[in-house]
């Protein structure tokens, strides 16, 4: 089973709302990400939890933040988003998320996110 | 310059026709990946190539890793209107902290029936 799920698969949002996406492996990976992919362009990372620990923050604004309540689980609040926020976000899981090792990883449907 | 360039961006053909798509890198890379994406949906993973010269077969789809791995192709022989998408490459820089994916920009392709 190399399957990630993602929900809700589309949010409509306006700017003053909260809500969170979620994210679901039971691959035993020890790995997962967020990314944001605007429409024609490739995936751009936002954050990665190695181990349940944030491993990687690229930058993102606080009004995204990252939650890994256990290794199966990835969580992302939103909170008082932008218009440019819209776009589609992805999950991904890999084994270790380490440095040095092949460590394919394995991506979710999306959550088509649009903020009004 | 993006670290990994892909070529074309975009690719045209008719059915039972053939195609490769190219994804270079002055950089050496671990291992790199090739996904599928279709428009609103997540990047299905094709294949990973790891060992320097592998080449894999899926299919009607032919995947070779350069010898020195910084660069990588993928053809595809007798194209359906099913592989009709976007496909992307991806792969860790074997000098990278972490496990930070760098994407090509994609190559869309459109198999005309």
């Known amino acids: 089973d190399t399957e990630v799920t993602q929900t809700p698969k589309h949010l409509v949002m306006g700017m003053t709302n909260k809500k969170s996406l979620k994210c679901e492996q039971h691959?035993?990976?020890?790995?997962m990400y967020w990314y944001k992919q605007k429409a024609k362009k490739p995936p751009e990372l936002m954050f990665v939890?190695?181990?349940?620990?944030?491993?990687i923050n690229e930058s993102v604004p606080s009004r995204f933040s990252p939650e890994c309540p256990n290794s199966s689980l990835l969580n992302l609040h939103l909170h008082a988003l932008q218009p440019e926020d819209s776009a589609l976000y992805l999950c991904?899981?890999?084994?270790?998320?380490?440095?040095?090792?092949?460590?394919?990883?394995?991506f979710g449907p999306g959550t088509r996110l649009t903020v009004l | 310059t993006q670290l990994l360039e892909q070529s074309p961006q975009f690719l045209s053909i008719q059915e039972g026709e053939n195609l490769t798509v190219y994804c270079n890198s002055s950089?050496?890379?671990?291992?790199l990946q090739w996904y599928r994406q279709e428009p609103g949906e997540g990047p299905v993973l094709l294949v990973t190539?790891?060992?320097?010269?592998e080449v894999k077969k899926l299919k009607r789809l032919t995947f070779q890793f350069g010898d020195a791995r910084k660069d990588s192709s993928l053809h595809i022989t007798a194209a359906q209107p099913g592989d009709t998408g976007l496909y992307l490459c991806?792969?860790?820089?074997?000098?990278?902290?972490?496990?930070?994916?760098?994407f090509g920009g994609g190559t869309r392709v459109l198999v005309k029936p």
């Open positions: 991904a899981s890999s084994p270790t998320g380490l440095a040095g090792n092949p460590d394919t990883q394995y």
């Open positions: 691959m035993g990976h020890r790995a």
């Open positions: 939890y190695s181990y349940e620990k944030l491993s």
């Open positions: 950089s050496v890379f671990s291992s």
């Open positions: 190539v790891v060992t320097g010269g």
């Open positions: 991806a792969g860790v820089p074997i000098k990278a902290a972490g496990n930070k994916l760098t």
